[in-house]
């Protein structure tokens, strides 16, 4: 049978109809005819692709809520994207539905070609995630952690200390720099799980073209980061079994999970998860601590009341003559309040980690597809105006129940994450971070750098890219209070 031409086009004009009335119809039994979330408009064939801005997202999402609302909704070609702009929105569905929002999504280049999701903290939720997360709650939950007390202010007196001979160090100091490949391995982290990092993460298909073709880098790309994540994994793992099974090994977090599971049965599996989480927690504590102190450095030297105020706290509780401890930390209110606004105003995460949901549903009246990538957005739920105060100021006021009549919303209600996924090394954290803090107020000056005429030279810091945030290092005086606190840095330094 031969079909003029007219026919063909009536013919493929017909079939296009009814596929269309057919995915329409299945789309409307899917959704129950609830529409998605609203949203920026969608461009043809691009759709919302290049709406997503690669540099502080979490600022235009909350721009776009003001429009929109707490759901924001957009879509690239495979995946939708939604964000969560207010607690309650989070609280809904991290906490209440946490059996369908505990799931990470599949970054195809960082995780699927790459290998993170083999991580804690990328893993699907399932078995692996689960076994991880037991392990990891062994050994940091709020009793574990205090083993770890005394060496947590040792190590901040070695940095106070290293910061009396070279005060420009206070950034790398806090890093350590000798683990240099888990410092490439971070920086690869922050830049490859932006949503929207690699075209293969929209397109996913694309992972199946061949490595020949021209332009086409995505295997290059994946075997350097699998090498570099191996290596990261394997060689410290290793070590400090080699150090247990000749019974040297020093306290750590894989000497502690090989002791409780050394008599287990699990074997190779049980290494796997240990080798696997132990990788995560210096790459999700490292990052997030340095990132606090560094912005912690920025603002006292933006906010000098605010610092004469610590300082005041500390030498009336604690004296002039030792270090804060952590048994210190309840008789300093102002501290707290301090970290507490610390968290609020940057929060180092501001996009928190990104969930999906494993089931179709309905919040709202509005339909969340299977699979969307959910974004909490942390920056603009901390940007609360409860306590009056507004929230682009630093003012560590606003937690303090003297000093307003309501008090903001308590950040460790959304900096450390949410539901089944909360971050399990909070407390370990925000003991660094309290130590690090009391520390550099018990211990010095910090103040912006003046020029010859005694004018304050402007710090003009950047923000670094990514899904992280905090400020880039910048020029700042960080002086040392007198004799008396250098020798008790150093005395404490010295101690074990
Ligand atoms: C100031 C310090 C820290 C901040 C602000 C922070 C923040 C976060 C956030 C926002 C998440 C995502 C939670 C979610 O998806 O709901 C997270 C996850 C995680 N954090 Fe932290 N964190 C800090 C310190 C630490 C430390 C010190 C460790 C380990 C020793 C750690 C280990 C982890 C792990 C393993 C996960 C993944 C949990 C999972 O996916 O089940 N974090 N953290």
């Not at 070609?77 to 989070?90: P, Y």
């Not at 995780?111 to 037991?134: N, P």
């Not at 903001?408 to 407390?427: E, H, I, K, S």
């Amino acid at each position: 049978m031969i079909i003029a031409g007219s026919d063909a086009l009536i013919l493929i004009g017909a079939t296009s109809l009814v596929c269309y009335h057919f995915l329409n119809r299945r789309w409307k039994i899917r959704s129950g005819g609830f529409p998605l979330p609203p949203g920026p408009q969608r461009r043809l064939l691009v759709r919302n692709l290049f709406d997503l801005p690669v540099f502080e997202p979490w600022k235009r999402f909350a721009f776009w809520s003001e429009e929109y609302g707490d759901l924001v909704y957009l879509r690239t070609f495979g995946t939708g994207i939604l964000a969560l702009n207010s607690i309650e929105a989070v609280n809904e569905l991290f906490e209440k539905r946490s059996q369908v929002y505990s799931d990470r999504p599949t970054f195809v280049m960082a995780g699927e070609l790459i290998g993170f999701d083999q991580t804690l903290a990328f893993a699907h939720y399932g078995t692996s995630w689960r076994q991880q997360r037991k392990l990891a709650h062994s050994a940091l939950n709020s009793e574990a952690v205090k083993k770890y007390h005394q060496l947590q202010e040792h190590v901040v007196a070695l940095y106070l200390e290293s910061l009396v001979s070279d005060p420009t160090g206070y950034a790398s100091a806090i890093h350590l720099q000798y683990l240099d490949d888990m410092v490439k391995m971070m920086d690869l982290v922050t830049e490859y799980f932006r949503p929207g990092a690699f075209l293969v993460d929209l397109i996913p298909q694309l992972k199946h073209l061949p490595t020949w073709l021209p332009f086409n880098n995505i295997h290059q790309i994946a075997a350097a980061g699998r090498e570099l994540l191996l290596r990261v994994v394997d060689r410290p793992f290793l070590h400090v079994k080699r150090q247990f099974e000749e019974g040297t090994a020093p306290p750590s977090y894989v000497a502690h999970c090989l002791e409780q599971h050394s008599t287990g049965d699990a074997g190779d599996d049980m290494d796997y998860y240990i080798r696997w989480s132990a990788n995560t927690m210096y790459g999700a504590g490292a990052e997030t601590t340095y990132g606090t102190i560094i912005t912690f450095i920025y603002i006292m030297a933006l906010y000098p009341d605010v610092q004469a105020k610590g300082i005041e706290e500390i030498h009336r509780v604690v004296g002039l003559d030792r270090l804060p401890t952590l048994g210190d930390r309840d008789q300093l209110p102002y501290v707290n309040a301090i970290i507490k606004e610390l968290y609020r105003y940057n929060p180092v995460v501001p996009l928190s980690l990104p969930r999906t949901n494993t089931e179709d549903d309905v919040y709202r009246g509005c339909f969340i597809p299977k699979n969307t990538l959910i974004l909490p957005n942390v920056w603009a739920i901390s940007r609360d105006q409860d306590s009056g105060i507004p929230p682009e100021d630093f003012v560590p006021e606003r937690f303090m129940p003297s000093h307003v009549k309501q008090t903001a919303t308590d950040p460790l209600t959304y900096t450390f994450g949410f539901g089944r996924r909360l971050c399990p090394g909070r407390f370990l954290g925000d003991n660094s971070v309290f130590l690090f803090i009391s520390g550099l107020l018990a211990a010095f000056d910090i103040t912006q750098k003046r020029d010859e005429n005694g004018g304050s030279v402007p710090m003009d810091v950047q923000f670094v890219p990514g899904m992280v945030s905090y400020p880039q290092p910048f020029p700042v005086d960080i002086v040392p209070r007198s004799h008396h606190i250098v020798a008790a840095v150093k005395s404490r330094a010295a101690a074990q």
